[in-house]
């Protein structure tokens, strides 16, 4: 069974701090994704790495995916309160299924 | 378009009684997803269809769950008889194909409080 894994758990932050989530499995995943989630809503995707070793970069939010492809991290600079949410981590098996993490309860207070 | 649209919003019922969520699809999308997500297990998959055919429900926990999806447009999510742990959030996504790199795009989903 693949499982990916997400550290911290919840994280709570002043504005204007730096922050990084861990994604990470022992399984190999075909690509892997970062959504978004708001209280009541459903999640947003934020963004896809594909090939081992990927770097992108959303405004203040840095993706990247690890060599061997079965870890990521997500880097926040300068966190705004906008920023607050769960932060979820989701792989895609060889078809195409997606496994999601557990997340990250992210609080950024002013 | 106006996304993944879920219905009802919120459901409050007691345990036994059955519960149908509804699900309309993003149009021209192929593939409808069923999830739910707990404190415990986060977003569990359910069940997903191909062109209203279900192609993998590994993730329906018992035979209380059923899914159909009668057309491209509507899909619906019954459970009977219904248990407390069932409660959760019970989301609805679509995506336009399954592969890498695929965006799966989720309705405001429905909360379920079974009593």
């Known amino acids: 069974t693949q499982l990916l894994e997400q550290s911290p758990q919840f994280l709570s932050i002043q504005e204007g701090e730096n922050l990084t989530v861990y994604c990470n499995s022992s399984?190999?995943?075909?690509?892997l994704q970062w959504y978004r989630q708001e209280p009541g809503e459903g999640p947003v995707l934020l963004v896809t790495?594909?090939?081992?070793?990927e770097v992108k970069k959303l405004k203040r939010l840095t993706f990247q995916f690890g060599d061997a492809r079965k870890d990521s991290s997500l880097h926040i600079t300068a966190a705004q309160p906008g920023d607050t949410g769960l932060y979820l981590c989701?792989?895609?098996?060889?078809?195409?299924?997606?496994?999601f993490g557990q997340g990250t309860e992210l609080s950024v207070k002013p | 378009d106006a996304g993944v649209i879920q219905s009802p919003r919120h459901e409050v019922t007691e345990m036994g009684q059955e519960v149908t969520l509804r699900c309309k699809p993003i149009?021209?999308?192929?593939?409808l997803f069923w999830y739910r997500q707990t404190m415990m297990r986060g977003l569990e998959l359910l069940i997903y269809f191909n062109n209203n055919v279900p192609i993998d429900d590994s993730g329906m926990p018992e035979d209380r769950f059923s899914a159909k999806m009668p057309n491209a447009s509507f899909s619906t999510l019954k459970i009977q008889p219904s248990e407390p742990r069932d409660s959760a959030v019970y989301f609805c996504?679509?995506?336009?194909?399954?592969?890498?790199?695929?965006?799966?795009?989720f309705g405001p989903g429905t909360r379920l409080t079974v009593t």
């Open positions: 399984s190999v995943f075909s690509s």
């Open positions: 989701a792989g895609a098996n060889q078809g195409g299924k997606l496994i």
């Open positions: 149009s021209g999308h192929d593939y």
């Open positions: 996504a679509s995506s336009p194909f399954l592969g890498q790199g695929h965006e799966q795009y």
């Open positions: 790495v594909v090939t081992g070793g």
